[in-house]
């Protein structure tokens, strides 16, 4: 009980987020005629905010195949780069890997990245609490706002943003938290500079790719910083 209590407090920044979060994503699906079964089903097993909340529209399109495959592509490819920064910290994982790996959204991502575990913790164990707790909060969410939705008619206008407004949570938690602050500036200039030079529509990637190499090359500053903090 006293690690789930750990758990809970070191994810309940999260928790504020996706509870909200989920709600604004089951109020929009259930606007479009989709009820508590895909709230669920899409919580459980797609598992990715921004990609669901873009789902919604795809659904009530009817959207071709080819043209969700590529929308989920281009939404989720900074996953890629989430997944060879989390390679070493996942190995040896053994049954929880695959889970592990479906449950790295970028608020989870957040909170394993630095590697720290807290006392009492195996590695793995701690990074699995946290995986689940934090969908936990995300299906909670979509439960309670497809409910809500089936009871209540309001213009949902403007929800959308409450995704950007928890990423910039999770950035100040983790300056604050962090007194090395290398690799949050290497993120903001990389992303300024990409989204200047290849407009709003097409700098994901190239600040992916553009964060990586940056970081690559400040490594040592970086791994020296969080060394001293």
Known sequence: MHKLKIVLRNTMP???GYIVLGTGFGLLLNEKGYGFFWSLAMSLFIYAGALQYVGVS?????????????????????????????????????????YLIHALTD??????????????????EYFFLVSLFDQIYWVTGSIIGSLIGSLITADMTGLEFSMTALFVTVVVEQWIKEKNHIPVLIGFAASIVSLLIFGADNFIIPDMIGIIILLSIFRKPVEEGRKKS
């Open 58 to 98: 795809l659904l009530s399109s009817s959207a071709s195949l080819i043209t969700v495959a590529i929308t989920s592509l281009v939404i989720n490819a900074r996953h890629l780069f989430y997944g060879i920064t989390m390679i070493g910290h996942y190995k040896d994982a053994g049954a929880k890997k695959p």
């Open 107 to 124: 608020e989870t991502y957040s909170l394993v990245c630095t590697g720290e575990v807290p006392e009492g913790f195996s590695k793995h």
């Open 14 to 16: 999260v928790m504020a």
